[in-house]
């Protein structure tokens, strides 16, 4: 059974920068797409990075230049490294995973969820 557990959320002030895991169980997470998507109060959950078992990485561009995405195979954890963080990024943040080596960010293509990590990001 894939386990997925995001953690690392908090209060961060704008400017400020936060690191976000996803500690991955069941499965090699090298060999599936790893993604993370938010979701803010009253808005649709998104994609906004994934790294596939090619280690390839994308993320959508209102993230770009200001999160990245990378995996540790041995801890088997995918993190998310936020600067620049802005009042908009606020949101819970997930991780999930799909066997599919893909560059998709879309909800439906991935299969196993974690819960949420608050993000809030506030003066």
């Known amino acids: 059974e894939v386990q997925l557990q995001a953690s690392g959320g908090g209060l961060v002030q704008p400017g400020g920068s936060l690191t976000l895991s996803c500690a991955v169980s069941?499965?090699?997470?090298?060999?599936?797409?790893i993604g993370w998507f938010r979701q803010a109060p009253g808005k649709e959950r998104e994609g906004i990075a994934c790294i596939n078992s090619g280690g390839n990485t994308y993320s959508v561009d209102s993230v770009k230049g200001r999160f990245t995405i990378s995996r540790d195979n041995a801890e088997n954890t995918v993190y998310l490294r936020m600067i620049s963080l802005k009042p908009e990024d606020t949101a819970v943040y997930y991780c999930?995973?799909?066997?599919?080596?893909?560059?998709?960010?879309?909800?439906?293509?991935?299969?196993?969820w974690g819960q949420g990590t608050q993000v809030t990001v506030s003066s």
């Open positions: 999930a995973a799909t066997p599919r080596n893909t560059a998709t960010m879309t909800t439906r293509v991935y299969d196993s």
């Open positions: 069941g499965i090699t997470s090298s060999v599936y797409t």
